[in-house]
Every structure is written in C-alpha cells, then in structure tokens.
C-alpha cells in the first residue's frame, strides 16, 4: 500500500479525530500529498509520516497506527501510569530513526512530586541529563553510522507546569531523531535504561521498520530489542 493510500486509510480508522493545534486527521494526506512513501508509528498519540525525506510527527489524539505496508489498527488512549514500567517506540524509515521513550518519574528518581531539597533537585537534573544523552540509555550498531538530529525530552515542574504535578502522576519522556547511513545495519537497538535506572523493572517496547512490526516486554536479563 502507497503511503497516501495508508494516509487515506489513516483518516478511516480514525474516522476524522482531530488533532492539537486544530487541524484535523482530515488534512493528513495533504502534509505532502502523493510524496509520501512510508507511515511509520511512534507512541500512542504520533503518526509520522516520511515526506521528501523528513519525519514529519502528527498528534492523533490518543489513535495509534498499529501497522505499515497493508495492515492498520486503531488503538484506545495511552497506557495507564504504572511505576516499574517504562516504554519505548521505535520506528524506522529510510535512513532516518525515531525512538520515543516515555516513563513515570518515579522510575527515575524514586518520588513524583516536584523537588523539596537539594539532595532531590540534584537527583532531578542529574536523571533528566542522562535522558537527554542517548548514549547512556541506548546503542545502536556501529556499522549503521547513525548520526543524532534532534533529541527532545519533556520533563515536569518546568515554568509552565509548575503546579501541574503537585499531588499526581509525573513523567518524562524524550523523543530522539537520527539518521543513518547505513540502514540495513540496524538488527538491534542495545537497551542501557535497567542499567541506569535501577527501579525500572520492565519496558513495554514497540518497534516498526521495513523488516516488519513487533511488540515485547524488555526485562533487564533481555534488554536488547531486534530491530
């Protein structure tokens, strides 16, 4: 199936949701028209889609496209909020490869509430700079020759959350773009996250690239995810 016609497909599934900022699932085969070639997913909430060689991200609005090159489901809301338990998404598309990493705070720093001394700010900063450092987290193979395009990750307590997370559920969640020279290199992606985050006891892992699409529990004795 031509990336348009799954773009098409898309708006069926979804049957026109809208999406943040406005735009509706409606105007999704008109990013760029016939020049998709590929929908890849990432997350429960982002549709992205290869056109003219850029991964443009689509908020659905809790839809998820479950699958490329013929098969497409659509999914309920995101996952509920469960300490212990981490996730990540893979899509890859031509050279360029997407990771999304979502988990609860606690898993990173052992509490949810904003910081309340220095021992937790540092703590904080230190968990957040090791999220935004995609080495320490997770490997790809040398030969692939990927080079890192963007990295962004989204924390709470920040100046327009302040108060948001008071007295409820905080999570992090980081989105790494890449791209690679040699794409058919990719076999697996190396997962270091039990290693620095010890409270993380298991990550629901998703991956979708042109060898297919698979959905596993990682597990600190079999961390690394086929690709």
């Given at each position: 199936m031509?990336?348009?016609?799954?773009?098409?497909?898309?708006?069926?599934?979804?049957?026109?949701?809208?999406?943040?900022?406005?735009?509706?699932?409606?105007?999704?085969?008109?990013?760029?028209?016939?020049?998709?070639?590929i929908v890849a997913l990432n997350g429960w909430r982002r549709c992205c889609l290869l056109c003219d060689g850029g991964l443009m991200k689509r908020l659905l609005n809790g839809w998820l496209l479950m699958a490329c090159a013929g098969l497409a489901m659509a999914h309920g809301p995101h996952a509920a909020h469960e300490h212990g338990v981490a996730e990540l998404r893979v899509a890859i598309?031509?050279?360029?490869?997407?990771?999304?990493?979502?988990?609860?705070?606690?898993?990173?720093?052992?509490?949810?509430?904003?910081?309340?001394?220095?021992?937790?700010?540092?703590?904080?900063?230190?968990?957040?700079?090791?999220?935004?450092?995609?080495?320490r987290?997770?490997?790809l193979p040398a030969a692939a020759g990927c080079a890192m395009v963007d990295v962004a990750v989204e924390a709470p307590f920040g100046s327009q959350d302040h108060h948001g997370h008071a007295h409820g559920h905080a999570g992090v969640s980081a989105v790494y773009t890449l791209k690679c020279a040699t794409?058919?290199?990719?076999?697996v992606l190396q997962v270091k996250v039990f290693d620095v985050f010890s409270r993380t006891r298991q990550i629901r892992a998703e991956r979708l690239s042109p060898r297919g699409q698979t959905a596993v529990t990682l597990r600190s004795k079999q961390a690394d995810l086929p690709l």
């Amino acid at each position: 199936m031509a990336g348009d016609q799954l773009a098409r497909h898309l708006v069926a599934v979804t049957g026109g949701a809208g999406a943040r900022g406005g735009r509706g699932a409606h105007d999704v085969p008109d990013i760029c028209g016939s020049n998709c070639n590929i929908v890849a997913l990432n997350g429960w909430r982002r549709c992205c889609l290869l056109c003219d060689g850029g991964l443009m991200k689509r908020l659905l609005n809790g839809w998820l496209l479950m699958a490329c090159a013929g098969l497409a489901m659509a999914h309920g809301p995101h996952a509920a909020h469960e300490h212990g338990v981490a996730e990540l998404r893979v899509a890859i598309a031509g050279a360029e490869v997407e990771i999304s990493f979502e988990t609860p705070l606690d898993n990173l720093v052992g509490f949810e509430h904003e910081p309340r001394n220095d021992r937790q700010r540092k703590a904080l900063q230190e968990a957040l700079e090791a999220v935004g450092a995609f080495e320490r987290l997770f490997g790809l193979p040398a030969a692939a020759g990927c080079a890192m395009v963007d990295v962004a990750v989204e924390a709470p307590f920040g100046s327009q959350d302040h108060h948001g997370h008071a007295h409820g559920h905080a999570g992090v969640s980081a989105v790494y773009t890449l791209k690679c020279a040699t794409p058919a290199a990719l076999d697996v992606l190396q997962v270091k996250v039990f290693d620095v985050f010890s409270r993380t006891r298991q990550i629901r892992a998703e991956r979708l690239s042109p060898r297919g699409q698979t959905a596993v529990t990682l597990r600190s004795k079999q961390a690394d995810l086929p690709l």
